[in-house]
C-alpha cells in the first residue's frame, strides 16, 4: 500500500509510526529516569516493561522487531518481538485452554497472523509463522483421522516455505520451524541446501536477502 493510500484510510504511514515509536519510548526512558529508575534492560523489573512498552499497538511493536528505521537498539527490538510472540501464544493458548486440540491452537496462530497490519505481513517473519502454523494444523488434524480445511495462502513466500515443510511431513512441526530471529531464509536449516525460486503467485515477489525475520 502506498503512503497515500494509507493515509487515505486513515492511518499513520509506516515511516511515520516508527518515528512516532521511538520518541514514545524515549519519553518513556526519560520519565523513568526521572522518578530515579533509568531503564536497565539487564535488571529490568515489570513496571519498567509496562512502562515503556505498554502503550504500543502491534503496528509499534513491529516498527521496533523490524528496526524498519534503523534506530532501535537490539535490546529494544528484542523486546518488542518477543511481546509480539506472546501476543500470538496467548491467542493460540485462548483456543486450546486445555491443550487437548493442538489443532485449534494451530488454526488460531493463522487466524491470529492473518489479522496482523499489511508491513508485518511483507516480512519473511511472517511468511515463516504463517507456513508454520498452517503446517502444524494440517499435520495434527491428520494425525488425528480428520481432514484438515483449506488454509492456504496466497502469498508466494508463504507457499514456498509450506511447500518445503510439507517436504518435510515425517517431521514434528516444531522441528521445521525456526527458532529465534532469522536473518535470511538461507539460515534456516529447513533451506540448508539452497533457498528455492519463490513459487509464483499474485503481487510482487519479495526480495529474500532484504528480508529481516523473526520466528
Do not use: C
Not at 521496533?64 to 493458548?93: P, Y
Not at 496482523?116 to 494425525?143: C, H, I, L, P
Amino acid at each position: 500500500m502506498t503512503q497515500t493510500a494509507t493515509q487515505t484510510a486513515g492511518k499513520k504511514d509506516f515511516a511515520t509510526v516508527a518515528k512516532d515509536t521511538r520518541a514514545a519510548i524515549d519519553a518513556k526512558y526519560a520519565e523513568l529516569a526521572a522518578n530515579g529508575k533509568p531503564m536497565d534492560y539487564m535488571h529490568a523489573t515489570q513496571e519498567s516493561w509496562d512502562t515503556v512498552y505498554g502503550g504500543l499497538d502491534r503496528r509499534a511493536l513491529f516498527a521496533i522487531a523490524s528496526n524498519s528505521d534503523g534506530s532501535f537498539s537490539k535490546d529494544e527490538q528484542d523486546t518488542a518481538q518477543s511481546i509480539m510472540s506472546q501476543q500470538q501464544g496467548q491467542a493460540m493458548m485462548a483456543a486450546d485452554p486445555t491443550g487437548n486440540d493442538l489443532a485449534a491452537r494451530f488454526r488460531a496462530g493463522v487466524a491470529f497472523l492473518e489479522g496482523v497490519s499489511d508491513e508485518e505481513k511483507g516480512s519473511a517473519n511472517w511468511a515463516v509463522q504463517r507456513a508454520a502454523n498452517q503446517f502444524g494444523y494440517e499435520q495434527t488434524m491428520r494425525s488425528s483421522g480428520r481432514e484438515p480445511d483449506d488454509l492456504d495462502s496466497e502469498n508466494p513466500l508463504v507457499a514456498m516455505i509450506k511447500g518445503a515443510m510439507d517436504r518435510l511431513k515425517d517431521k514434528s512441526p516444531e522441528s521445521v520451524a525456526t527458532g529465534g530471529y532469522v536473518k535470511d531464509l538461507k539460515d534456516m536449516p529447513l533451506f540448508r541446501d539452497g533457498v528455492p525460486a519463490v513459487a509464483a503467485g499474485p503481487g510482487p515477489s519479495p526480495q529474500i536477502r532484504a528480508l529481516d525475520i523473526r520466528a
